[in-house]
C-alpha cells in the first residue's frame, strides 16, 4: 500500500509554545487529508478535512484558531497547535487519499506532551 | 447523524478460537469500509478495504463482510493467535454530507496464549 510519513512521532513542548506536525504523502498525490485525535482508550476523533489548495473544513466544536491546518501541496499538510496547553496533549494521526472514494492510508501518529 | 458502532468494545479469547467483530453503520449511502488494526500508542494498520460494491475481501487469516442494506460489517478472525492481540477500529467513508471517515468505537482483543 501507499505510505503517509508523519512527523515527529512524538514530541514534548512547553505550555504557551506552538508545535508543528507533518503529513507526507510519499509515493502519490493526496486530495484530501484529514486529521484526527485519539484520546486514551477511545477512538479517532475527525478534527478537520484539508483540500490541496483549499482552507481547511473543521469539525464542530475544533477551534480553527489553535489547530492550523496548511494543505499547500498534494503531498504535504501540517497540523500546527498554536500556544499549547497541557489539555492538548493527544495523540493526532493524519490521513491521506487520492481520489474521492479510495483507500486512506494513515500515518503513524504524533505523540504530543504538553508540559 | 452519520454513526459507527462497534460490538463488543472488549473480547478476550483463548488462543486458537474464530472469532467475529461486528460494525454498524447508521446510513447505507457509502464509499468503502475499512478495518484497522491499532496497537497500543501506535497508528492504524489498514487490515482489509471492502468498497461499497463489495461484499467481502479476505487476507489470510481475516474475512470482512458487507452488507450495505443492514448497515453491517464483520471482521472473522481465524485461529486467533496473541499475536492478534489488539484494537480493532472499522471506519466507513460516507458519501453523503460532508465527506469524511468516521470511524467506530473500537474493539481491543485479547487472545490469551
Known amino acids: 500500500g501507499a505510505v503517509v510519513s508523519q512527523h515527529p512521532s512524538r514530541v514534548i513542548c512547553k505550555s504557551g509554545t506552538s508545535v508543528k506536525i507533518e503529513c507526507r504523502s510519499l509515493d502519490f498525490q493526496a486530495t484530501t487529508m484529514f486529521w484526527y485525535r485519539q484520546f486514551p482508550k477511545k477512538s479517532l476523533m475527525l478534527m478537520a478535512t484539508?483540500?490541496?489548495?483549499?482552507?481547511?473544513?473543521?469539525e464542530q466544536g475544533v477551534e480553527k484558531d489553535k489547530f492550523l491546518i496548511n494543505h499547500a501541496s498534494l503531498t504535504l499538510s501540517t497540523l500546527t497547535v498554536t500556544s499549547a496547553h497541557p489539555e492538548d496533549s493527544s495523540f493526532y494521526i493524519c490521513?491521506?487519499?487520492?481520489?474521492?472514494?479510495?483507500?486512506?492510508?494513515f500515518g503513524q501518529g504524533t505523540r504530543l506532551t504538553v508540559v | 447523524k452519520q454513526e459507527v458502532t462497534q460490538i463488543p468494545a472488549a473480547l478476550s479469547v483463548p488462543e486458537g478460537e474464530n472469532l467475529v467483530l461486528n460494525c454498524s453503520f447508521t446510513d447505507s449511502a457509502i464509499y468503502n469500509l475499512q478495518w484497522f488494526r491499532q496497537d497500543p500508542g501506535k497508528g492504524l494498520t489498514s487490515l482489509l478495504l471492502?468498497?461499497?460494491?463489495?461484499r467481502e475481501q479476505t487476507s489470510g487469516r481475516l474475512n470482512a463482510s458487507l452488507d450495505k442494506s443492514s448497515g453491517r460489517s464483520t471482521l472473522y478472525i481465524a485461529a486467533s493467535q496473541p499475536g492478534d492481540s489488539a484494537t480493532y477500529l472499522c471506519a466507513v467513508l460516507f458519501t453523503s454530507g460532508t465527506y469524511k471517515y468516521i470511524f467506530g468505537t473500537g474493539t481491543r482483543l485479547k487472545v490469551l496464549a
Open positions: 490521513s491521506a487519499q487520492g481520489q474521492m472514494g479510495t483507500e486512506a492510508f
Open positions: 471492502i468498497q461499497s460494491s463489495q
Open positions: 484539508s483540500n490541496e489548495g483549499s482552507k481547511a473544513t473543521y
